[in-house]
């Protein structure tokens, strides 16, 4: 098919990153160490143009690129917006904690930038071989920068963990991609579709090419019982790149996620939602019930993640247009939370001390009140406290299950809720009413604390105000 040029108006956002990934890569090179500052400035300025971006390209009318291997549309919108947006955050949590440990260096941009860009690819992406190679390149960069610190034996031990399952997980999901191939005989979602709506589970090639692709999307989400790499690498990782992998590769995930269920396999929902209804009890069971042992906040955190992702199956396992919005409103959701509770942790980190354990947030409320108070907003919005967005898109996913008939289920969500509950409301006891053990000042940016503002205030505010955002959610659905 012809190149046309009206393709890279399509992709004009995903080409402000790429251009921005190579500016910094290139300029880092001629950089003095007191000069590294401009790699941020660059980085930041670039991403706000890919930000603007989006806007721009953005209309409810979809168009296609590359022979329909690309295609931007309102869901591919909502979710760029909001995975630029936490990279923002990412980045401007995170300059102090990367000075201090002389962790400033080009690279950590160029990955970054890298990872975004392969996630906003799987979020466009109108085909397998698309999807798979958004998805590579965000598992490379991930790879890179979970070993990021040279020094970290924890460091080098969690990314070889996620290196060597990430790889059988992506293994497991070429795998059904190919098995799809040999039933459909093609690739893109559209051509899928056609197939299983015509054939359904008469083909058996069709349903063991569905069991490995839910397999693959479920490492990639961090699902029980495809759950074993997520609290190693956790607490492995330097605190600012788990800060970005628990928030920006969760809404890939869902992208990946709604493509190839919504848009490729929906003839075949019955048999992938009993899969996700198993997953996604276990995922708030064992995430909600291990989080409350662990003294590690990253790891606690960790398994908080598990059980989330729990909560975004029950709203895709729901198979309606109210369940899928519901869905995708919980993930960008909990993006925001996961970046505005890690951002809080980098924070408090300072040169020769790492905040990583529970005990580290003890009387946060006398050494920092501003920050404590936005560490508890954002753990307030995941324990689904009202008036928080958080417990705005738990109530979504709810009435979506009841509205199917599956009202068991909606309690045992519930019920694990209020058992999550404890281990949330554990860190604000620890911040305003326990003695603290660490006494030194929180040395935070202006920049960074601008930022915790916006990302704790926005918790509160989206939370009494959902509509816009709730709206922007079900406009793909429609």
Same mark, same amino acid.
């Given at each position: ?90 980045? =401007?949590? @995170?300059?102090?904690?990367?000075? %201090?440990?002389? /962790?400033?260096? #080009?690279?950590?941009? &160029?990955?970054?930038?890298? !990872? ?78 056609? =197939?299983? @709506?015509?054939?359904?589970?008469? %083909?058996?090639? /069709?349903?063991? #090419?569905?069991?490995? &692709?839910?397999?693959?999307? !479920? ?260």
């Amino acid at each position: 098919m012809p190149f046309e040029a009206a393709y890279l108006y399509t992709i004009l956002p995903e080409l402000v990153v790429l251009i921005t990934a190579c500016t910094v890569l290139i300029t880092d090179l001629f950089l003095r160490e007191d000069q590294k500052g401009l790699n941020h400035a660059l980085t930041v300025v670039g991403l706000l143009v890919a930000l603007g971006a989006v806007g721009l390209v953005g209309g409810d009318q979809a168009t296609n690129a590359f022979g329909g291997a690309f295609i931007r549309d309102a869901m591919s919108d909502l979710l760029k917006g909001a995975v630029i947006v936490v990279t923002l955050l990412a980045f =401007v949590y @995170s300059t102090a904690y990367l000075r %201090n440990r002389n /962790l400033w260096v #080009g690279e950590y941009y &160029v990955l970054m930038l890298f !990872a975004l860009l392969g996630i906003m690819i799987m979020i466009s992406s109108n085909g397998f071989l698309t999807m798979y190679l958004g998805l590579e390149l965000l598992a490379l960069c991930l790879y890179a920068l979970v070993a990021f610190d040279r020094d970290s034996k924890m460091g080098a031990e969690a990314a070889m963990k996620y290196f060597v399952l990430g790889a059988l997980g992506s293994g497991m999901l070429l795998y059904g991609i190919s098995m799809l191939y040999g039933a459909t005989g093609g690739l893109s979602f559209s051509a899928v579709s056609e =197939v299983v @709506s015509a054939e359904g589970v008469e %083909n058996k090639i /069709l349903v063991f #090419g569905l069991v490995f &692709v839910i397999i693959g999307i !479920a490492f990639k989400f961090g699902a029980v019982p495809f759950h074993m790499w997520l609290p190693d690498v956790y607490q492995g990782a330097p605190t600012p790149v788990v800060l970005f992998l628990s928030s920006a590769p969760k809404i890939a995930a869902f992208a990946m996620a709604a493509r190839i269920l919504i848009d490729a396999l929906a003839g075949l929902q019955r048999d992938w939602s009993e899969i996700l209804i198993i997953m996604s009890v276990l995922s708030m069971g064992i995430g909600n019930l291990v989080a409350i042992a662990q003294s590690n906040i990253k790891r606690m955190l960790a398994y908080s993640t598990i059980s989330h992702v729990g909560f975004i199956f029950l709203g895709l396992l729901a198979g309606t247009p109210a369940g899928y919005s519901a869905a995708m409103f919980y993930a960008v959701v909990y993006a925001l939370m996961a970046a505005g509770a890690f951002g809080v942790l980098v924070m408090i980190s300072h040169k020769g001390f790492e905040a990583e354990n529970l005990d580290d947030l003890k009387g946060l409320g006398d050494r920092d009140p501003w920050l404590a108070a936005m560490m508890t907003l954002v753990m307030f919005s995941m324990a689904g406290v009202p008036p928080m967005v958080g417990f705005m898109a738990k109530l979504l996913v709810l009435e979506a299950v009841i509205d199917i008939g599956l009202v068991w289920l909606a309690l045992v969500a519930v019920a694990f809720s209020i058992i999550g509950a404890f281990y949330y409301l554990r860190v604000v006891k620890m911040i305003y009413f326990d003695k603290a053990q660490v006494m030194a000042p929180v040395d935070a940016s202006s920049g960074a604390r601008l930022a915790v503002t916006i990302n704790g205030l926005t918790m509160l505010g989206l939370g009494m105000f959902p509509a816009l955002l709730l709206s922007l959610c079900q406009a793909p659905f429609l």
